[in-house]
């Protein structure tokens, strides 16, 4: 009784720090979404595009006791035409899917960056982890993450950057919307370029706020989950303890009563 009511105590208190940290993170990622929706009307988003390779970067958390959020990451992951035809690489965010994919694909798995919640997420960290992913030189990026939908749902997501050579292919084809702008300025390789690199960090810095987020959600949902179902046990235990307690007593006293009888018989 004392363990479930301490481990009850717990789950109140991660309940709390998780209800508390939501509003703060959903704003934020809220205002993140600004910043991705320019890019894929110009660019587009063709996760069907064919390439040469593909690099896949799943993003999830590096704590658990937050439902099955990294659970269907790597499900997702896993289901990527790439991953199954052993084409692809995988450069993970978040020790919770680099543990299950390490174990699934060891052969893909190319890097990992853990760590990345223990400060407040700034588009500089997302953007330094965008350059490595970059410096892989891939074609094609798969971002696997969890899409925040409400405190109570969340939706798995993949969105595709291609680099700047598939993205010249894509407007000469009239596969996006890029053609349809006058472009002033520096030369257009040297223009996509940029825009392929800038896409990539703000679609990493949105996937990983969307994805903290609904960390935050789930487990905020989950440990009210588990508190109720410590104040049920806690009742059940309560109950038998009380039961065999007052059983103890019971057969105390027939036992006492049982004696007494016998004396007065004897006497």
């Known amino acids: 009784m004392r363990s479930v009511g301490n481990i009850q105590k717990i789950t109140k208190a991660m309940k709390m720090v998780a209800a ?3 509003k703060g993170a959903q704003t934020k990622c809220e205002k ?13 988003d063709m996760p069907n595009a064919e390439t040469e390779r593909t690099l896949v970067v799943p993003v999830s958390s590096d704590k658990g006791l937050c439902g099955g959020i990294n659970t269907a990451v790597v499900k997702y992951t896993g289901v990527l035409k790439a991953i199954n035809n052993g084409e ?18 060891p052969q893909n798995v190319n890097s990992s960056v853990v760590d990345t919640t223990k400060q407040p997420l700034t588009f500089s960290t997302a953007s330094a982890i965008a350059d490595s992913i970059l410096a892989e030189n891939s074609p094609k ?21 291609l680099n700047s050579e598939e993205l010249e292919k ?11 702008y006058e472009i002033e300025g520096p030369d257009r390789s040297e223009l996509l370029l940029d825009l392929s690199e800038f896409k990539m960090g703000t679609l990493l810095y949105n ?27 806690l009742s059940k235990l309560t109950l038998l303890y009380n039961r065999t307690r007052q059983a103890a007593i019971t057969t105390e006293l027939i036992e006492i ?3 007494a009888s016998s004396l007065e018989s004897a006497e």
């Open 88 to 105: 692809a690489g995988l450069n993970v965010i978040g020790d919770k899917a680099r543990s299950q994919l390490t174990r699934l694909y």
């Open 141 to 161: 990026t798969h971002l696997v993450y969890n899409r925040f939908v409400s405190a109570i749902s969340f939706k798995p997501t993949v969105v595709t950057c």
């Open 207 to 233: 996937a990983m706020l969307e994805n903290n987020t609904s960390e935050l959600g789930s487990r905020m949902q989950s440990m009210e989950n588990s508190s109720k179902n410590a104040s049920e046990m």
């Open 257 to 259: 009563i049982s004696g």
């Open 170 to 180: 894509a407007a000469e084809e009239g596969a996006n919307a890029f053609d349809s």
């Open 20 to 22: 508390s940290r939501l």
């Open 32 to 44: 993140s979404r600004a910043m991705i929706q320019p890019f894929v009307r110009l660019l587009g």
